[in-house]
């Protein structure tokens, strides 16, 4: 069982508009809701690859109800969130269908207790004892620590559970500190963490500072891993047009399917970059367009080289 961690879980509710102007009223021409949160996207994308998955995180009020009834609907998904008092959050995707740029608006979550935060805490622990990896992903919701990455990682550590971090700003800069297994940043975030643009040095870097492997997620020029197998970088064979949101988190779902696989690095590469860029021809996080997947599977470029350690 792979388990995904989405403390900052949400109902993403995508709309889609003809063309999306600045202070003028929109005709919504299609609504789509769907459980959402980095590691709820992560957990459907897996199951869509036939892998079982529990997703945890907490989980609240009348948004909160619908994202349980969703998630227990999905084959393959097993919902272990933990309840708070406070309701999830709602995300809004805005499409624009002329241009295909999508407008996130993202609510900031429920706050925690600390009393909520412990029972997580030892449901987490309970959770690994039948996990084969363990994905933790997005933002953390107000009340929890700056720091929880970082504890988490260790018990995964200790439980001797890979571990993926698929986070930014101070949580990520924490998290590494606690050695992951995995990190999967984009370019804003890589850059963020070790004040570095150029992403071949900034990789190395994140390596440095605890990360053992780094995959970082570049827009359309695909994804650049360094490893301590050797470094890569996995390229589509053209840019696709449609909506990104998730394509990150379909690399994710990529990295962990081939991790559990065994497969070898460049091979994982080709599943995450061919995942990510079939994410965007989807319409909304979450899910992929299958045939475009299989077809790019036999397309992705890796380059790279393997270490001589």
């Known amino acids: 069982m792979i388990l995904t961690v989405t403390l900052n879980t949400a109902l993403d509710i995508t709309y889609r508009v003809r063309s999306l102007r600045p202070h003028a009223s929109h ?10 949160g980095k590691g709820v996207n992560v957990a459907r994308v897996l199951a869509a690859l036939g892998h079982g998955v529990t997703v945890t995180g907490f989980v609240g009020g009348a948004t909160g109800r619908v994202v349980q009834e969703q998630l227990t ?11 708070v008092g406070g309701a999830t959050r709602r995300t809004i995707a805005v499409v624009d269908a002329q241009t ?18 412990s029972a997580f805490q030892e449901a987490y622990e309970d959770l690994l004892a039948s996990a084969s990896a363990v994905a933790l992903c997005g933002s953390l919701p107000p009340g929890v620590p700056v720091g929880a990455y970082a504890g988490l990682i260790r018990t995964a550590r200790s439980a001797g559970v890979p571990i993926l971090l698929d986070t930014s700003g101070e949580a990520l800069r924490r ?27 900034a990789t190395q870097d994140a390596r440095r500072r605890g990360a053992r492997a780094v995959v970082a997620s570049l827009g359309a020029e695909g994804l650049l891993a360094a490893t301590p197998e050797g470094r890569w970088r996995a390229t589509p064979p053209a840019r696709v047009h449609g909506n990104p949101t998730g394509a990150g988190d379909s690399a994710v779902a990529g990295l962990l399917s081939g991790l559990v696989d065994h497969l070898p690095w460049p091979d994982r590469l080709t ?39």
């Not at 005709?27 to 959402?36: A, D, F, M």
């Not at 297994?181 to 040095?201: C, F, M, Q, W, Y």
């Not at 860029?277 to 397309?299: K, N, S």
């Open 27 to 36: 005709r919504v021409t299609e609504v789509t809701e769907r459980p959402g």
């Open 73 to 83: 609907a999905t084959p393959g998904v097993v919902d272990a969130l933990v309840p």
């Open 100 to 117: 295909g740029d999508t407008t996130q608006l993202n609510e900031p979550g429920p706050t925690v207790t600390p009393a909520e935060w």
């Open 175 to 201: 998290g590494v500190a606690a050695r992951p297994d995995i990190i999967k940043p984009n370019a804003d975030e890589l850059a963020e963490l070790t004040g570095s643009h150029e992403p071949v040095r």
């Open 271 to 309: 599943r995450a970059a061919a995942l990510s860029a079939a994410t965007v021809l989807a319409p909304v996080a979450g899910e992929f367009d299958r045939a475009a997947y299989e077809e790019l599977l036999g397309r992705v470029a890796v380059t790279g080289e393997v270490s001589a350690a």
